[in-house]
């Protein structure tokens, strides 16, 4: 029997599945048809390493807290609590950025807010870097919005700039360190971004979850390029850099100046969040408070510098073999060219029949990702070595 109600037709513009879910089905046949296979996982940006001494310290106590009438709690605030919202904003500070602790709210995760601000805006135009993050995509087509693709490619270093795009308002994508090309934009071409959008009354959301693999000159945030506060959401997240990706924290920054005729972005986001949003566990908020002090920065460091050295060697591997890639530095992403023209599915074939090793292919990641693939560099140091002795004699 057929219900007679009406489904959101917009969900039959995206594909049946959500990238990440069709490679671990693919990869779920593969290793039940070959049990003995040892798969190596350089697929998803999943990290592997365990959490931060400081970060586990923090969690037992405010679990402890939880366990006594005195300070147990119940409902976190939805915006987060102020004891994090204030240390997230202490930590823009080594970036020479100010914010107000009531501009950060904190949230579950940078792709929830990421999926979500769509609910806060109408139907503009959208600007999207072809190949991206799949979620900026999916949620403006789910939301019914018109998408138009600015071309990644290697003449501009996966960087689209916005020469040439007729000048109107829009809502701009903007990922640096990118996901999933590891490219990342300089600050002279985050300034013309940011002018772009000034001039022409654009939002940017701007989605910096892979910031702390920086470490050549380039902005942490792009609150760093002047004026950006007038044009920018900034979304971060404690998953890569902190190893939260089981565990859930993550932030958007609404400056007060974001405002639409006399309505601030971060009062449609504050009713949104109150609505839809019960908060993140204290004991998380907690985790996450730990993870941005000082002891908890060197630590989440180590690991941060762990995945750059893996990083390092597969970059290695790639410049030996003559592979063209980008990324691999700054990112823990490494973009390569798929070998002798194949295409990025049949080279994902090839590379888990051959050498049991998993990547994603870029066609994935919009059509202009075809012929291209993304390594991680997020396993462990052991399973990266073994993928790059597999590859140097597969490739
Ligand atoms: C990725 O592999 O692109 C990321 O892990 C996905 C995510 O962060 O949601």
């Known amino acids: 029997m057929s219900l007679n109600i009406k489904l959101n037709e917009n969900y039959s513009s995206v594909k049946n599945n959500y990238l990440f879910s069709d490679i671990a089905k693919k990869v779920k046949t593969y290793s039940e048809a070959h049990p003995n296979a040892k798969i190596i996982r350089l697929g998803i940006g999943d990290v592997t390493l365990p959490l931060a001494p400081v970060v586990v310290n923090a969690i037992k106590n405010a679990a402890d ?98 020469d040439g795009i007729p000048e109107k308002p829009y809502v701009i994508y903007i990922c640096s360190p990118n996901n999933p090309t590891g490219a990342v934009y300089s600050r002279a071409q ?72 006399d309505k601030k972005l971060s009062a449609l986001w504050s009713r949104r969040q109150a609505t839809k949003f019960n908060g993140v566990p204290y004991v998380v908020q907690r985790a996450a408070e730990a993870a941005l002090s000082d002891e908890g920065q060197a630590q989440c460091r180590q690991s941060v510098e762990y995945y750059i050295e893996n990083a390092r060697i597969i970059a290695e591997l790639l410049t030996k073999k003559g592979i063209s890639f980008t990324g691999g530095e700054n990112s823990p992403y490494l973009w390569l060219k798929c070998p002798g023209g194949m295409k990025s599915w049949d080279f994902f074939d090839f590379l888990l029949e051959n050498a049991q090793v998993v990547g994603t292919p870029g066609a994935g990641f919009g059509n202009a990702g075809e012929g291209y693939f993304r390594l991680t560099s997020f396993g462990s140091r052991e399973s990266t070595l073994e993928a790059v002795s597999r590859l140097d004699k597969l490739l």
């Not at 135009?125 to 138009?148: A, F, H, Q, T, W």
């Not at 902005?219 to 959401?233: G, M, P, T």
């Open 190 to 261: 985050l300034k013309v971004w940011v002018d772009f959008a000034l001039k022409t009354g654009s939002l940017i959301i701007f989605d910096s979850a892979y910031e702390a693999f920086i470490s050549g000159d380039y902005s942490h945030s792009i609150y760093e390029i002047n004026e950006a506060r007038k044009c920018v959401v900034e979304i971060c997240s404690f998953s890569k850099t902190a190893g939260f990706t089981g565990t859930r924290c993550a932030w958007s920054v609404f400056p007060d100046e974001l405002i639409v005729g």
């Open 65 to 162: 807290e939880m366990g006594k009438a005195e300070t147990f709690r119940g409902y976190a605030p939805e915006y987060g609590y102020d004891f994090l919202r204030e240390a997230v904003a202490r930590y823009y500070d080594k970036f020479s950025v100010s914010l107000s602790a009531s501009e950060i709210f904190i949230s579950d995760g940078a792709k929830s807010d990421v999926g979500n601000i769509v609910d806060i805006l109408g139907d503009n135009e959208i600007l999207i870097p072809d190949p991206v993050y799949p979620v900026y995509l999916d949620s403006n087509l789910m939301s019914g919005r018109k998408v138009s693709f600015i071309s990644g490619n290697q003449q501009n270093g996966f960087l689209p700039m916005p």
